[in-house]
């Protein structure tokens, strides 16, 4: 059985605590160790992968990281946490690239002698290695529309990587895929779509948790990293202060951390509502909150899928989401499994929230089509239609697991 298997390579920056890295441990967990002999590299270490991460992979992945040596990667770490001085900018973009570009490059294509293809989780690897001699797949989590708006050099970016570097291009929705076919044609028979894979059962599982430290009121949440430029949670806390100014009885509670929480604690601060709304931080179970809210709030500016929106639905919450590009409305069926509302727009999130909490008739309506929706988003039909993109490069078929239905 060993020989027939398929040698792939993952490949992700870091693991953080966010959607991108809880999306790709459920694609390792949903390969099938029989079929798929997988490897991850990493290029800089974290606390996450250590304290979380490790935990939750699959036994089998072989993990790599690429540069645990600190003068390789302490300021990384800061840069990403903002905490990075003048001095440790200066060190970090100036001095270490020429000398860490090459030794990444080496150490990982060390690695790779051992697989076949290789997955770029975070469309990160080629600007290290450049194209690679086995075939690559590359993961665009961001929506592409977005990048055609004053983003040209991050666009022209892109289009180099899909044209030169990779074989294909993941799109996680059917809107990213028809962006990027627009926005680059040139590529076109690149791009796939493959939604995130999902564990249903393990989501339900944690959701049923009691935990001690849940709130004992009525709540709202909200769950994503504290970062406004994609977030906004700052239009969450003006629309939530309004309902507060209409009497409404649930409290705010909101989930993760990340590096605006100081800026968004001192506006809680300045718009009077310390006694109702709470930041819990990172949670390792966010869905135990999730699943005992009375309501979930979403308010990107932008997002790629959306792995919340689809967590909420499994779990049997009522969902208000912006209508972002590009990810919430696909995942919220156009409006039947959850509401939407204009990005950055305080008093339709507020009016949203308000009938999502209070019309029972909508919540009821809301739920059943959620239910019958979020069932595609198991881990056998990702991980069937995975394997048939692996297929098509490697020209080796690979039998889906047993008991997993076709996608479309």
Not at 237 to 262: F, M, N, P, T, W
Request: glycine fraction near 6%; include cysteine; proline fraction near 5%.
């Amino acid at each position: 059985m060993a020989e027939t298997r398929t040698r792939i390579l993952f490949h992700v920056t870091h693991l953080l605590h966010g959607g991108i890295e809880t999306a790709l441990v459920s694609l390792l967990a949903s390969l099938d160790p029989a079929r798929f002999d997988v490897g991850l590299t990493v290029t800089y270490p974290s606390d996450a992968l250590e304290n979380h991460f490790r935990a939750r992979l699959p036994a089998h992945v072989k993990v790599h990281v690429l540069a645990p040596e600190r003068w390789l990667s302490h300021c990384r770490q800061l840069k990403k946490a903002r905490k990075l001085g003048p001095l440790g900018k200066f060190y970090e973009e100036v001095l270490l690239p020429p000398v860490r570009k090459p030794l990444m490059n080496r150490r990982f294509r060390r690695i790779l002698a051992d697989y076949e293809v290789v997955v770029d989780y975070d469309m990160s690897l080629s600007r290290l290695t450049g194209r690679l001699p086995v075939p690559m797949i590359g993961y665009q989590h961001f929506s592409v529309a977005h990048l055609a708006q004053g983003h040209a050099r991050k666009l022209r970016k892109l289009r180099h990587q899909c044209s030169v570097d990779y074989d294909r291009v993941v799109m996680l929705n059917e809107t990213m895929l028809a962006d990027a076919k627009r926005l680059i044609p040139e590529a076109a028979d690149k791009f796939v779509r493959l939604y995130n894979a999902f564990d249903l059962a393990r989501i339900r599982a944690l959701g049923d948790e009691t935990l001690p430290e849940l709130p004992t009121v009525p709540y709202i949440v909200s769950v994503g990293r504290l970062e406004e430029s994609q977030k906004d949670f700052t239009t969450l806390l003006k629309a939530y202060a309004r309902l507060v100014r209409d009497g409404i009885e649930e409290d705010l509670v909101i989930v993760g951390d990340g590096a605006s929480r100081q800026k968004l604690e001192e506006l809680t601060r300045e718009l009077g509502l310390e006694a109702r709304v709470r930041f819990a931080g990172f949670q390792a179970n966010p869905f135990a909150w999730m699943r005992h809210a009375r309501l979930m709030a979403f308010s990107s500016r932008m997002e790629g899928l959306g792995n919340v929106l689809v967590e909420a639905l499994a779990l049997g919450q009522v969902v208000v989401s912006t209508d972002c590009p590009v990810g919430p409305r696909e995942m919220l069926d156009d409006g039947r499994a959850g509401l939407l509302v204009p990005v950055g727009e305080v008093d339709a999130l507020a009016d949203a929230m308000t009938r999502a909490l209070r019309d029972e008739a909508l919540r009821e309506a809301l739920l059943a089509h959620a239910m019958e929706f979020v069932a595609r988003m198991g881990l056998a039909p990702t991980a069937e239609a995975f394997s048939r993109v692996v297929a098509s490069l490697t020209g080796r078929p690979i039998a889906a697991p047993a008991g997993t239905a076709a996608t479309a």
